[in-house]
């Protein structure tokens, strides 16, 4: 049975020494196990801790090496896309003792700052960051600091891996797939972007320039058409209400993420506007809520689970051997074409 | 300018002290801002800090103190509603230095230990657990160790705050909602319990107790009928493929929470019936999709956002006075009319 004191006070290795009748240096000996102890000391110490439920702390075993704890943080909780891919990252880990913890950055540098030093003053073992906005000098300090790989942001480091899918080709895909049906007015909705290096790096300005490399392609360049907005669902709301406004507006419209595309139907049925009889609708991601029939939104399908299992492979690996070469993964994305998009009118 | 050494080590207050020409016992006094340390070796000291970017590790912090880290336990990451819930926790933390980190019990009281114990090894100051299965006495123990609050458990212990909504009422409000549409074949979807305790205390089970009690004032006990699933959009989807080869179907689902129902509209609309045409549909806790016009559901709303905000301020007041006596705080909930629920045929 476990005596707990009465008190919320945590039981400590001076607790296990006096219920054992040794030292805290036997104590702690046995607990690290180190040399110079008897298999009678051992077993003594050993059932003082089941007795008494002591846990050694993290804190002090962090002091001597690993801490079975790896950090995620997601840009917000609430794009579903991101579970996609934790559950990629969880089910590698299931076979370890590594103990996933999240939190989120905001999608603002001065709030990822605070959280990743957070996670390296918990002494993490290794980071995985979706789709960080910080500067690619802070990313490489952390990498420095702690094992480190990236999703979701197409970098070029010597001291981190990253895994991405290919933005800029699954933007030409549903381009292509639309320009197909006969679409010519295929507009775009982007998560504006500003900052130079993140124009080249995040996946979101990628996609805006796959969408407008296809549409020169196409022979559609004259048609690009891009509300400047961001990757939620307000962002697609608000989007669909300033390409609904245009002069000639567009006959399909591609959101960069499936969470914008729900925003773009919502404003499509307050329109009184029937999808895609008026307007087809695509998004990017390949949510689960996707595939809901109530739905059933074409789109870029990322295999986000894959790359979660992915970025906690390398991980792993970069915690085992931190000098390996950075792994650049590109993975290919697939479209998805459900009953959002049909040929114009 | 930061010097960071080119390997991947961590600065240590070895090198602080190399650094500053003092002893790392010296270092470590400053730090911790100890007596006995002059302005001269002070501004030396943390002169030598800035230039080698050293940050203090919170595991050699955490042997002194706080840890600044909350721990949230969430039962999974796919079911919007817990959004709400982090949002208002969030919004309540920003004011403060603490840092909030989550991680997912599964479901699992398995699963669920092995999570806690790794926030309680990891130092963290404080936790919120949100609607966890654990035996009542794991519940106790954990709030032995660490100030703790549980959110959607209608558990009694005076060792940790609880925040509820009122689950039994909110049911009730739905039943009357649609009896008075004109419904009497309402059915319900329940999340499947066998566990004496927590058929007393989990918010699925007094959900479905609620159901009954308010079918039986209505006067319609005869019609009770209850799909036992889980609390998924699979469960949603199999439950109601359940009630529907039922020889008498409802004319109305009450699903015990959104993430159901939505799997309820999913089945509906592969067999082909219409919403609320055919059979009227409702979920419980409001989440933000629910009010997305494509869905519009009619649900429960729970104030998953102020559920959140008090459970943080109830965590916070705990850490400060762990002897302070437990609180149980019970929400009120309201129902939401929206499009998925009408008259019967």
Redesign the interface.
């Known amino acids: 049975m476990?005596q707990?004191?009465?008190?919320?006070r945590?039981v400590t290795i001076v607790d296990v020494a006096r219920q054992a009748g040794v030292s805290t240096t036997a104590v702690s000996k046995v607990l690290r196990d180190a040399y110079g102890t008897s298999p009678h000391m051992r077993s003594r110490v050993r059932a003082a801790v089941d007795e008494l439920?002591y846990?050694?702390?993290?804190?002090?075993?962090?002091?001597r090496g690993r801490?079975w704890?790896l950090?995620v943080m997601l840009p917000d909780?609430?794009n579903?896309f991101?579970?996609d891919i934790?559950d990629g990252v969880?089910e590698h880990l299931d076979d370890t003792e590594y103990?996933?913890?999240?939190?989120?950055g905001c999608n603002d540098a001065t709030s990822e700052a605070?959280?990743t030093?957070?996670m390296?003053?918990?002494?993490m073992d290794g980071l995985i960051l979706i789709a960080p906005v910080s500067p690619p000098a802070h990313l490489d300090?952390l990498?420095?600091?702690?094992?480190t790989v990236v999703i979701g942001r197409h970098s070029h480091s010597p001291r981190f891996d990253t895994v991405n899918d290919d933005d800029f080709t699954g933007a030409g895909l549903m381009v292509a797939h639309l320009a197909g049906l006969g679409h010519h007015r295929i507009a775009h909705i982007e998560h504006h972007e500003t900052d130079r290096i993140r124009l080249a790096e995040m996946p979101n300005a990628l996609r805006a320039d796959g969408y407008r490399h296809a549409m020169h392609q196409h022979g559609l360049g004259e048609h690009i058409d891009i509300a400047s907005t961001t990757y939620t669902?307000d962002g697609g709301y608000h989007g669909a209400r300033i390409l609904l406004d245009r002069k000639n507006p567009p006959t399909a419209i591609f959101a960069g993420a499936d969470v914008v595309a729900?925003g773009v139907?919502?404003a499509l049925?307050?329109a009184g506007l029937s999808v895609p009889g008026d307007v087809s609708v695509a998004g990017y991601d390949n949510i689960?809520?996707a595939g809901?029939?109530?739905?059933s939104l074409t789109s870029v399908d990322q295999a986000g689970h894959r790359i979660g299992s992915t970025a906690a492979r390398l991980l792993l690996e970069r915690i085992t051997d931190?000098?390996r070469p950075a792994a650049q993964v590109k993975l290919s994305p697939t479209a998805v074409v459900r009953g959002t998009t049909g040929p114009p009118r």
Chains 1, 2 share one sequence.
Do not use: C, K
Not at 55 to 63: V, Y
Not at 99 to 104: I, V
Not at 120 to 123: L, Q, V
């Open positions: 476990h707990q004191p009465a008190t919320a945590r439920g846990r050694p702390s993290a804190a002090a075993r962090a002091l801490t704890t950090g909780v609430r579903p991101f579970a934790l969880g103990q996933l913890f999240m939190t989120s605070r959280v030093e957070a390296i003053d918990r002494s300090r990498a420095r600091t702690v094992p669902r729900l139907l919502d049925t307050e689960t809520l809901f029939r109530a739905i931190h000098t």
